[in-house]
């Protein structure tokens, strides 16, 4: 199968910057889509970015302008540069994928969350 592998997460001061990244690996035929979810405590999950193998994303209306996604699709690897953070963006950052194993079945991994921290 797939398996994602966050790193990246920590505590950050409001204001602060951060740098995830997701690295998908195991058998890989083809990942179309990566992106990045958020769940903070009490609250559901929910979609901060997503990025297509060519390039063209979306964002959170929450997070337009602070935060940037990007990937190596040669890596698989997908990242988040977090701008300007704000208290209100503390929560479990998951990643997840969408691709091939083979040319026939399609996965869905998720990544185990990475802790994100914005405090004084």
């Known amino acids: 199968q797939v398996q994602l592998v966050e790193s990246g997460g920590g505590l950050v001061q409001p204001g602060g910057s951060l740098r995830l990244s997701c690295a998908a690996s195991g058998s890989i035929f083809r990942i179309d889509t990566m992106g990045w979810h958020r769940q903070a405590p009490g609250k559901e999950r929910e979609l901060v970015a997503s990025?297509?193998?060519?390039?063209?994303?979306t964002y959170a209306n929450s997070v337009k302008g602070r935060f940037t996604i990007s990937r190596d699709n040669a890596k698989n690897t997908v990242y988040l540069q977090m701008n300007s953070l704000e208290p209100e963006d503390t929560a479990v950052y998951y990643c997840n994928a969408y691709g091939f194993i083979n040319r026939l079945t399609d996965v869905r991994p998720w990544g185990q969350g990475t802790q994100v921290t914005v405090s004084s």
């Open positions: 990025i297509t193998t060519g390039g063209s994303t």
